[in-house]
């Protein structure tokens, strides 16, 4: 069947890193896609990794792990914004559109 | 910055009523998504909607549910008959192209209570 893992909770201090881990396990896998959802929110697109390797967008990163089926969502110099529950999403194949999230983290930042 | 937008925000109905939830994707985009999220839990897919027809759906997209896009600006999910289940917050969501149905912007939810 079709799973995501995440971790379900993640505490860290202002101006620290923080990396959330997804594993997946999925019929077909073309992409890995991250959200930020704060509570009472919609989600909002972070990053998307279809290759192996590191994507940078400002203080937010992505890796992808294709043959591990790993990603992480990695962020730096965490301000108390960033609190807030984050979710990976596979889109798992080309003919598909639908996204397949995880649990989600759900990211405490405390000053 | 465009944006999707969902109307009501929050629909309080009776068990066995019928609902509409509206949304309005923007405007140059193609393709349009509703996804459910129960409290506390994960966001799940229902259907996605391509060129005025559904081009996949969801285990839990059965017959109570459909789709339509009665006008171009337009994009409603109906519930024929409401549950208490369907109680979660229901977001709209649209994509530019098929190659960036990664990055799909979701519209604000509407919260969806049935008593």
């Known amino acids: 069947g079709q799973s995501l893992e995440q971790p379900s909770e993640v505490t860290a201090v202002e101006g620290a890193i923080v990396q959330i881990n997804c594993t997946y396990q999925?019929?077909?896998?073309?992409?890995l896609s991250w959200y930020q959802q704060h509570d009472g929110g919609a989600p909002t697109f972070l990053s998307y990794?279809?290759?192996?390797g590191l994507e940078e967008t400002g203080r937010f990163s992505s890796f992808l792990s294709r043959s591990d089926s790993y990603g992480y969502l990695l962020l730096q110099e965490l301000q108390m914004k960033d609190s807030a529950s984050y979710f990976c999403a596979v889109r798992e194949d080309t003919g598909r559109r639908a996204l397949t999230f995880g649990s989600g983290t759900r990211l405490q930042v405390q000053p | 910055e465009p944006e999707v937008t969902q109307t009501p925000s929050h629909q309080v109905t009776q068990m066995g009523q019928e609902v509409i939830l509206r949304c309005v994707p923007i405007s140059n985009h193609l393709y349009f998504y509703w996804y459910r999220q129960i409290l506390g839990q994960k966001v799940e897919f229902l259907v996605s909607f391509y060129n005025n027809e559904i081009s996949e759906k969801s285990e839990i997209f059965d017959d109570q549910f459909s789709v339509e896009r009665p006008d171009g600006s337009n994009f409603t999910l109906k519930i024929r008959s409401t549950k208490l289940e369907d109680s979660a917050m229901y977001f709209c969501?649209?994509?530019?192209?098929?190659?960036?149905?990664?990055?799909?912007?979701f519209g604000p939810g509407t919260r969806l209570t049935v008593t």
């Open positions: 999925t019929s077909g896998f073309y992409g």
């Open positions: 990794n279809a290759l192996d």
């Open positions: 969501a649209s994509s530019s192209s098929s190659i960036s149905t990664y990055e799909q912007y």
